[in-house]
């Protein structure tokens, strides 16, 4: 009988370990697009139809591609850059010249359905100049899975302007300064005039059918977004279709209002991708919403998006960056 028992044991110490596999997280993979050495880890967390388009690419302008890939990702030696899976700060990176460290720190990191919108600030440890300490730059990355892999499916830069008694430093000295060149009484001056277009504006009859559908589409998730504000004042506006949606499922929740329809809330419409981003702080007072064209007959046709305004806009490169960043407001 001891044998037997002494056998087992021996038997139970040569089967392998199953371990758990680890499910890479949204923040995982972004560090692995932009911290691995080979241009698969990149090109693996890009949405197909972005790495379809690269691939299609002459491969002069793939090699350009590649090197502008490289500058993004090194910004100095491997040695000096560090990378965080997990904490306030994503990636610390100390220039050996100066021994200034540079940090770029997780202002928001917010999970929904099959979504993640991530926010990132930037902190240094040495001196900035008068003036550029009350610059407060943010990056914004959008994260969706496909396929069960994180990808990038919108990133975007966005910048803030501390009213405080640097900024105001900074503009007395600029005004204080004297002119850099003096003409004399008798030297002709020219004065050149610089002109700034307006905003553009087109109205929705000169849209098509389908982009005249996502502009409805926009409206309405808009007039929910007020909507759901004034129901629920100590959660202010959202960032995800759910809390939205749930329509004729019952009574009215945080998590599931019953302002939309599950055509609006799946986030997806003919040709077109909705999206909600931006919303912080708490109460939330302020969201970003875009609808963004997509499959293989997306090029033409344009990107809508609307604020906490109202106004809807538009951008002619159908991207919704652009439409946020611009103001062609639509009639």
Known sequence: ???????????????????????????????????????EAFERHLLKETALRIHQLTAEQQQRFQMSRAMVKSGGGQNEVTWFGDGPVLVSYTDPRTSTKFDVVVEKDEAGDGTEEMEFSFRSNGNVQKGLSSLLPRLLASMKQEDDVWKLAEIGFSMKVKL??????????????????????????????????????????????????????VRSLAAAEQAYRMAFPGRGYTCSLASLGGQGDGDATEDRAGLIDANLESGTLEGYRLSLLGCRGEPITGYKMTAVPEGANRYGKRAFCTDESGDVKYSDDGRGLTCLMEKNVLK
């Open 164 to 217: 405080d008694a640097a900024l105001l430093d900074s503009f007395s000295e600029k005004l204080a300064k004297p002119p850099a060149t003096q003409q004399s009484a008798s030297t002709t001056s020219t004065t050149v005039a610089t002109t700034v277009d307006p905003p553009r504006e087109i109205t929705l009859s000169s849209l098509s059918t389908q982009e005249r559908a996502a502009v409805a589409a």
């Open 1 to 39: 009988m001891s044998r037997r028992i002494l056998l087992l044991c021996v038997l139970l110490s040569l089967m392998p370990v199953v371990q758990a596999q680890h499910t890479q997280t949204a923040r995982e993979a972004l560090i692995e697009m932009f911290s691995g050495s080979k241009p």
